[in-house]
């Protein structure tokens, strides 16, 4: 980190916002689409951390998205009471389908438990849920909104990160490729 970044403690800040996820469901995108030069969204970032969440002063919003955020989200609201939080969810067998073409084992109960506490945690506290499936420039345009109230959306930025979705078009590089090697 550099030396001129220092860290704050963010239980002083409104400022904060905090997305549930299950894995594969696009947290890392996610992560990306909310970090700009005015906030900061880290993916999976605090489980080094015990679940303990302090990102870089330089941000006037701060916030993270990841399963690790869905393991501390209880102790993260009590520690940011003030936070907004939203969930980020895909269903557990399309989560299967995408470990097992990866190679990857799965302990689907695990994910079914996850996914379960992920709606029950919005429904308790009427967070918005943006499902895997709709990564859509108006549902995401809503998560801008709800996590970073007051901050300006570069519209152009999102439709070309939109349009850059590699898992969406994983089909057709993977035909591209085969194509180029016949």
């Given at each position: 980190m550099p030396k001129t970044c220092k860290l704050i403690d963010m239980e002083r800040s409104t400022q904060?916002?905090?997305?549930?996820?299950?894995?594969?469901?696009?947290?890392?995108?996610?992560?990306?689409?909310?970090?700009?030069?005015?906030?900061?969204?880290?993916?999976?970032?605090?489980?080094?951390?015990?679940g303990s969440f302090r990102p870089p002063e330089?941000?006037?919003?701060?916030g993270a998205v990841g399963s690790d955020v869905t393991a501390y989200a209880e102790q993260l609201?009590?520690?940011h009471p003030r936070a907004r939080f939203?969930?980020?969810?895909?269903?557990?067998?399309?989560?299967a389908r995408s470990l097992t073409l990866l190679g990857l084992s799965i302990d689907e109960e695990r994910v079914a438990e996850?996914?379960?506490?992920?709606?029950?945690?919005?429904?308790?506290?009427?967070?918005?849920?943006f499902r895997f499936e709709d990564t859509t420039f108006e549902s995401m345009q809503r998560?801008?909104?709800?996590?970073?109230p007051g901050m300006p959306l570069s519209e152009a930025r999102?439709?070309?990160?939109?349009?850059?979705?590699?898992?969406?078009?994983?089909?057709?590089?993977?035909?591209?490729v085969r194509m180029r090697d016949v």
């Open positions: 904060t916002f905090f997305v549930l996820s299950t894995v594969r469901s696009r947290s890392a995108w996610v992560s990306n689409f909310l970090t700009t030069p005015t906030t900061w969204c880290g993916h999976d970032c605090l489980a080094e951390t015990g330089a941000f006037f919003h701060a609201e009590a520690k939203a969930a980020l969810v895909r269903e557990p067998a399309s989560i996850q996914h379960a506490k992920i709606l029950r945690f919005a429904d308790d506290r009427d967070c918005p849920v998560l801008w909104w709800h996590c970073v999102l439709r070309l990160l939109i349009d850059f979705n590699v898992q969406a078009d994983a089909s057709a590089y993977a035909g591209r």
